[in-house]
């Protein structure tokens, strides 16, 4: 489903940060990705949720070729994607509820579509009572779960989440990490960065180690958390 | 287009607050400009109108008796001449009137060798050639000289269009400056909501849709500067028009424009609005294409 071939990325003139990064994502595959402070794994997420091209290489998603696709094609790729990071971003001054409408919102959804989906999905994470509860209102592990909420909206193919557990304490990851499982046993291609290890073996899912630019694949071992 | 506009803005800090205000008084410079070449324009049109349908003929001799000779074989002259509607000899009250703010009131009968002023009134319809009339008047009444104001007129003229000039290039520096300050908001607001755009470009929003937020914000921002502007623009020609009318008909209550003809200032909160929209489409389409 999406393909890294030989992926070198700089920031203008500066030190390669990704040296010949070449792996694949299967669809409903769930990996982690780790690696110490500097390894490039926020270089490597910005890759996968489109926020940047690579400097070179081929790098392909849902069968097109990035490395030549037109700016203008790039929207209806990313919406294809969902993205969940460490400090949340969500928008200040709009509720939970209308923070999780926007991606139905953007493809121009039916409001009565809009408010059910989003019900819905509040629900699904826990939060139906705090709908109209605007993000400064909410706790971390609240606020994480509005922004998965907003990240899965549109049923992507694949997630990316940036250290989605940072800002929580270790319950409320636990929690999440839950959310993230059961979303990928749904089909959803998920990718997970983190620096925690005792996630990964948890979950027990395979992991993409970044290391000095360069990368390794780590098969998955067993789960030790029998909540997943 | 509005309706379904996706407004993803928080709402508006001081620093955008602020626009409609700057705006606002660009505007408020911009329609006095307007004004003053507008009223300018209409001064021109009365006093050219008013002096090209006069002429004045002065017999300066200073025999009284030739004086009176001459005067007499002008306006009979004049009378005959085609073209012309009237012509009649300047009372001497009149002539001392005139003369009051230089001499002062001086008695009637005095010796004071004043020439004699013939009032001469031109048809619309007939055009008169002054030059051969000017012969034809040395030849009659050698004392006699036509003025027929043009030497003066252009001089007005000359003055005039170089004020006027100068007001449409005040309007036209305005506008540029106007724009300019708009370029400026919206960039400080696109770098202000910078985290806001690339959250929306990785939801999928195209340029359109978060250009079309701006637009939104910058239209409504033009238009309640525009309409500030105006207000206060119209609030001080009231006034002007108000003084100069305590002061009698006189140039500038004549050349102010009157409120049946300053429809056009309705057209310019929509003109700014227009303007500041358009300003804010262009400069935020542009960074966008900046980035990915």
Same mark, same amino acid.
């Not at chain 1, 557990?165 to 839950?178: P, Y």
């Not at chain 1, 983190?194 to 992991?207: C, M, N, Q, R, W």
């Not at chain 2, 660009?26 to 049109?45: D, H, K």
């Not at chain 2, 703010?101 to 060798?113: A, C, I, R, V, Y």
């Given at each position: 489903m999406i393909t890294f071939e030989n992926v070198g990325m700089r920031y203008g003139m500066g030190n390669e940060i990704l040296t010949d990064i070449s792996f694949s994502l299967k669809r409903g595959s769930f990996q982690f990705l780790v690696g110490p402070s500097g390894a490039g794994k926020t270089t490597l997420l910005k890759l996968l949720y489109l926020a940047h091209r690579p400097s070179r290489g081929l790098v392909n998603f849902f069968g097109k070729d990035l490395t030549i696709l037109e700016r203008e094609a790039l929207p209806r790729i990313r919406r294809r994607i969902g993205v969940v990071f460490q400090d949340f971003r969500l928008f200040d001054h709009l509720t939970a509820f209308e923070n999780v409408a926007l991606p139905l919102r953007l493809q121009g959804a039916k409001k009565i579509q809009v408010a059910d989906h989003v019900e819905e999905l509040l629900s699904w994470v826990g939060l139906e009572d705090r709908l109209h509860a605007r993000p400064a209102t909410l706790s971390g592990g609240e606020k994480q779960r509005v922004a998965i909420a907003?990240?899965?909206?549109?049923?992507?193919?694949?997630?990316?989440?940036?250290?989605?557990?940072?800002?929580?304490?270790?319950?409320?990851?636990?929690? =999440?990490?839950? =959310?993230?499982?059961?979303?990928?046993?749904?089909?959803?291609?998920?990718?997970?960065?983190?620096?925690?290890?005792?996630?990964?073996?948890?979950?027990?899912?395979?992991?993409?180690?970044?290391?000095?630019?360069?990368?390794n694949f780590e098969p998955g071992g067993s789960p030790i958390d029998p909540g997943q | 287009?509005?309706?379904?506009?996706?407004?993803?803005?928080?709402?508006?800090?001081?620093?955008?607050?602020?626009?409609?205000?700057?705006?606002?008084?660009?505007?408020?410079?911009?329609?006095?400009?307007?004004?003053?070449?507008?009223?300018?324009?209409?001064?021109?049109?009365?006093?050219?109108?008013?002096?090209?349908?006069?002429?004045?003929?002065?017999?300066?001799?200073? @025999?009284?008796?030739?004086?009176?000779?001459?005067?007499?074989?002008?306006?009979?002259?004049?009378?005959a001449t085609p073209g012309i509607k009237s012509a009649s000899?300047?009372?001497?009250?009149?002539?001392?009137?005139?003369?009051?703010?230089?001499?002062? @009131?001086?008695?009637?009968?005095?010796?004071?060798?004043?020439?004699?002023?013939?009032?001469v009134k031109l048809e619309t319809t007939t055009p008169l050639n002054s030059k051969a009339l000017t012969e034809r008047l040395k030849a009659t009444a050698p004392g006699a000289q036509l003025d027929d104001h043009q030497a003066w007129m252009a001089q007005i003229l000359d003055m005039a269009l170089v004020v006027q000039l100068l007001l449409g290039g005040v309007v036209v520096m305005v506008v540029m400056s106007t724009i300019a300050i708009v370029i400026f908001g919206c960039r400080a607001g696109l770098a202000t909501h910078r985290d806001s755009i690339e959250i929306m470009h990785l939801m999928g929003a195209e340029d359109k849709t978060i250009s079309t937020a701006f637009d939104v914000r910058y239209l409504a921002h033009g238009l309640k500067g525009g309409l500030l502007g105006v207000l206060f623009a119209a609030a001080s020609l009231w006034l002007l028009s108000t003084m100069a009318e305590k002061m009698g008909q006189g140039l500038i209550s004549a050349s102010l424009p009157v409120a049946d003809n300053l429809w056009w200032l309705a057209l310019l909160p929509i003109a700014a609005a227009s303007i500041t929209m358009l300003t804010a489409r262009f400069t935020v389409r542009k960074a966008l294409l900046d980035m990915m």
């Open positions: 907003r990240a899965i909206i549109n049923k992507p193919d694949l997630l990316v989440a940036d250290e989605p557990t940072g800002n929580v304490d270790a319950e409320m990851s636990r929690r =999440l990490m839950h =959310l993230f499982v059961a979303l990928n046993k749904e089909g959803t291609t998920t990718v997970v960065a983190t620096h925690d290890e005792s996630l990964v073996k948890a979950v027990g899912a395979p992991v993409l180690r970044l290391d000095k630019g360069g990368m | 287009m509005w309706g379904r506009t996706l407004q993803f803005l928080p709402e508006q800090n001081l620093r955008e607050g602020l626009l409609p205000w700057v705006i606002g008084v660009m505007l408020f410079l911009c329609t006095l400009s307007l004004t003053g070449a507008i009223a300018i324009g209409n001064g021109l049109e009365r006093w050219s109108t008013s002096l090209t349908s006069n002429l004045t003929v002065q017999i300066a001799v200073q @025999d009284k008796a030739q004086r009176m000779a001459q005067t007499e074989a002008a306006l009979t002259l004049l009378q000899v300047l009372a001497d009250a009149d002539i001392m009137a005139l003369l009051s703010p230089w001499l002062g @009131d001086m008695p009637l009968g005095t010796n004071l060798p004043v020439p004699t002023l013939i009032e």
